[in-house]
């Protein structure tokens, strides 16, 4: 009975990994489970309780959403169809898509339309984007998404290791122009690649600094680095990002064949600086740097753990 620690009368359970298959995770001892009640959140109808389809999707959206449910429903339950068999045998190499994927690729799409044709860089890309587990996948998930996508018409596609396509934003759009609207908001406008596609531009939350003019002047010595092809294509992808409203945690990669990636502080410090969140260009804007790592959750950005005077440990918001 030593090794046992006793838990406060008010003890409580938030949630818990239940290793209930297609699930691992420890169970709780029978005391700490005889007080609480588990709800089960179903990933598929929590996908759909999320995504608000439009009357005006694209094409290529519905077709991709059959894949995206198709794959959550195999890595739920075996079926007697060949597809649902095969995904459902091959579910340790193509893992679900997140509950967040419909929605955000309704979004994209809404936002920023394509071409008649999504190109297989591009189609990467997205994938990458609504789905970041993707990014360490092995051969074989990209293998059954290949055919999954072929089957569904809706083109060719390269694994990440094969992209030599020039940089680019999601869907093939570029920054054009970013101009204050507001005291808190700017307009960011994007090109697109085909010269047919009208630009679009989007009213997004911006700081209270001015904003840094763009496109950069041509001395580079004044901007304190080299805007390579690449950089814009990330700069591209994390406008995009804020422009959707997204919670950014994971961008693309412009080249997605790239081994190295553009310079993560360079990055978020010019991103702030094009919507006045921090001014001047050259110098070292203050910021706040969280490590995570794999076992860490989202909850260790936004709070932190505190210890009062009794030696109690809770947390509190940063």
């Not at 990014?135 to 596609?157: D, F, I, N, S, T």
Request: positive net charge; hydrophobic residues 40%.
């Amino acid at each position: 009975m030593s090794k046992f620690i006793p838990a406060h009368k008010n003890f409580r359970v938030i949630a818990i990994a239940a290793p209930v298959p297609p699930y691992t995770g420890y169970p709780l001892d029978p005391p700490f489970r005889s007080r609480f009640q588990a709800r089960f959140v179903d990933p598929l109808r929590s996908s759909l309780a999320l995504h608000t389809p439009s009357s005006a999707s694209h094409a290529f959206v519905a077709k991709l959403s059959e894949i995206i449910l198709s794959i959550q429903l195999s890595s739920e339950t075996s079926s007697s169809r060949p597809l649902s068999t095969t995904l459902f045998l091959s579910k340790p190499a193509l893992s679900p898509f997140p509950q967040t994927a419909l929605t955000k690729l309704n979004a994209l799409f809404a936002t920023f339309p394509p071409g008649e044709v999504v190109s297989p860089a591009q189609l990467t890309t997205l994938l990458l984007a609504i789905h970041p587990q993707l990014v360490c996948a092995p051969a074989q998930a990209w293998v059954l998404l290949k055919r999954l996508v072929g089957e569904a018409g809706l083109g060719h596609l390269i694994t990440p290791s094969s992209s030599d396509s020039p940089p680019q934003g999601l869907l093939g759009y570029v920054i054009g122009a970013i101009d204050r609207v507001g005291e808190r908001t700017a307009r960011v406008t994007f090109s697109h690649s085909l010269q047919a596609l009208s630009p679009v531009s989007v009213n997004v939350p911006a700081g209270p600094n001015t904003l840094f003019p763009f496109p950069f002047p041509s001395d580079t010595s004044r901007l304190g680095f080299i805007p390579s092809p690449r950089f814009m294509g990330q700069l591209t992808c994390l406008l995009q990002a804020h422009a959707l409203g997204w919670d950014i945690s994971f961008l693309p990669p412009a080249v997605p064949a790239a081994t190295a990636s553009t310079s993560t502080g360079t990055l978020v410090r010019v991103f702030g600086q094009l919507l006045g969140y921090a001014s001047g260009v050259a110098q070292v804007q203050k910021a706040s740097v969280i490590h995570l790592y794999k076992e860490v959750g989202g909850r260790e950005v936004m709070m932190r753990r505190k210890v009062d005077d009794n030696g109690a440990t809770s947390w509190e918001p940063r």
